[in-house]
């Protein structure tokens, strides 16, 4: 089993309540790239029974009721908790031929993918490129709430399926 860890440092000098010390929040990070990403957007879990696994995450953890939405290009409905600044994301695949379908067949329930937000997904993208690392064979699509996302490849990030997100303005 995989355990991920997601902690936060505080900034020099920071109590770590200060709010630009944050992830994602201006002036809140410091890379060698410009368009590096700036915070787990969202972590995304696959499950057989949707609904099964919400109510397992309400009970046990004290979710409160997740947004819902359908993604028929994708070939699944999800569920999304707000857990700080970051989304925790369950996925149904809806046909056994989507890439969720096929990666639950595979692999089971457990770990899809951790998403990292950018500010500007083409710029991320052309960062990785002249990089030399590679995108994945898969074209950009629109995840849940208008997300723009890309994907990474997996081979060049130590088997971790790795995706950028841009979220609307709005979101």
């Known amino acids: 089993m995989v355990l991920f860890i997601i902690a936060r440092a505080a900034a020099p000098g920071s109590s770590g309540n200060d709010v630009a010390a ?4 201006a002036g809140a990070r410091e890379s ?3 368009n590096a990403p700036h915070s787990i957007h969202h972590l ?13 995450f309400q009970k046990a953890l004290g979710f409160k009721a997740p947004i819902r939405e359908d993604l028929p ?3 699944a409905r999800g569920a999304r908790f707000p857990l700080g600044e970051t989304w925790l994301v369950l996925v149904e695949p809806t046909h056994e031929d989507s890439v969720p379908g096929r990666h639950l067949r595979e692999h089971g329930e457990g770990v899809f993918l951790v998403s990292l ?3 500007n997904l ?13 995108m994945s064979d898969l074209p950009e ?3 849940m709430d208008g997300w723009r996302i890309q994907d990474l490849e997996p081979e060049d990030f130590f088997g971790v399926p790795f995706q950028f997100t841009e979220a609307p303005p709005d979101s």
């Open 44 to 56: 995304t879990l696959l499950v057989h029974d949707l609904d099964a696994a919400v109510d397992r």
């Open 32 to 34: 060698i790239h410009m």
């Open 122 to 134: 083409e710029a991320a993208v052309a960062s990785v490129e002249r990089a030399c690392a590679r």
């Open 73 to 75: 290009l994708r070939g």
């Open 117 to 119: 937000g950018v500010d």
């Open 22 to 25: 944050r992830p994602g929040r």
């Open 141 to 143: 699509r629109r995840g």
